[in-house]
């Protein structure tokens, strides 16, 4: 399975900032030399794919370091013009990872999902919002293109559901603490609202019982999964209490559907801030690991089935 990846996704950030950067570097460095992965380099994505959704003056703002106070509070990252290249680098990654899983069936962004950003705003260091950005340019070529947006990260996929409100092509998913970050929730297709600190059997019963339904009625032709890995109970923000036994879990029980209708998808990372930084990282290896075997078993000799649009 493809993997994209860079050693630019790692921005420098000051010592005591919250935000796990090494985790993309760890990451990649737990998967160099797996069975059945390998890793490419990711190109930034152009300023036409970034402004296919964010407004030219948000972007000018990041690239000339120049928020309002509340907004650099919101967004959590400084911004600069080289925080902005390296977020369409994060992009790159997703719009190559896509190219890829439409051909291969599966394949990996080791970062991206970010999964806040709106069209002139960016929140919870989420500055581009790669998949909608990836949707825009696919549409732009295929307009009826139905695409599945599978957000199991703790958090709800308030960015994404707000640029594709209104647009029946796009199916958002988000299951997600009900009352965590963001406060103010955007509605997307289908949210799965769960209680603060829900256990792990209890939040593998709600994916099992709303996905397959919702997953079966929309039939799709593409999808992006935002795996996030913030739902283990030592993160520090996702407010779950999954264990490593819980997200082999999950993440079989969704291949499981990716591959029971062979649908071609795109995995991201999306959030991940356990207590213990090279068990973030440990997190994501472990999800990219599962879908490699995945993809190793059942789309590496076997063709997928034509575009159906
Ligand atoms: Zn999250």
């Known amino acids: 399975m493809r993997c994209f990846t860079h050693p630019d996704y790692v921005f420098p950030l000051p010592a005591e900032h919250p935000f796990p950067m090494d985790k993309f570097w760890r990451s990649a460095a737990m998967l160099e030399g797996s069975p059945d992965i390998t890793l490419e380099q990711s190109h930034p994505a152009t300023d036409e794919d970034l402004l296919r959704v964010h407004a030219p003056s948000y972007l000018r703002k990041i690239r000339e370091g120049n928020l309002e106070r ?19 680098l994060e992009v790159g990654g997703t719009l190559q990872a896509v190219t890829a899983a439409r051909s291969d069936g599966l394949a990996a962004n080791l ?16 500055v ?13 070529s295929e307009p009826t293109l139905r695409i599945f947006v599978l957000d199991t990260d703790a958090h709800q996929g308030n960015g994404t559901h707000g640029i594709f409100a209104g647009d029946d092509r796009v ?8 009352k965590n970050y963001p406060a103010a929730k955007t509605p997307g297709s289908l949210d799965v609202p769960l209680p603060r600190f829900v256990s792990g059997t209890e939040y593998l019963e709600q994916l099992e019982s709303t996905l397959p339904e ?19 109970h030592a993160d520090r923000f996702g407010q779950m ?5 819980h997200f082999a879990a999950r993440d079989d029980f969704v291949l499981q559907q990716l591959v029971a209708s062979r649908t071609p998808t795109a995995v991201l990372y999306g959030g991940g801030y356990n207590r213990d930084r090279v068990h973030t990282a440990a997190i994501h290896a472990a999800t990219v690991k599962r879908c490699a075997a995945s993809w190793a078993r059942h789309y590496r000799d076997k063709p997928l089935r034509p575009p159906a649009r």
């Open 70 to 88: 509340n907004e650099a509070v919101k967004l959590g990252l400084p911004a600069s013009a080289a925080l902005l290249i390296r977020s369409a």
């Open 111 to 126: 970062a991206g999902g970010t999964h806040h950003a709106f069209a002139d705003r960016g929140l919870g260091y989420c």
């Open 128 to 140: 581009l919002n790669d998949v909608a950005i990836a949707i825009r340019r696919l549409h732009a």
């Open 171 to 178: 199916f958002t998913y988000s299951i997600h603490v009900g």
């Open 214 to 232: 919702a997953w079966a009625d929309f039939g799709a032709d593409l999808c992006f999964w935002i795996a996030g890995a913030d739902l283990h």
């Open 241 to 245: 209490r999954l264990d490593d036994e």
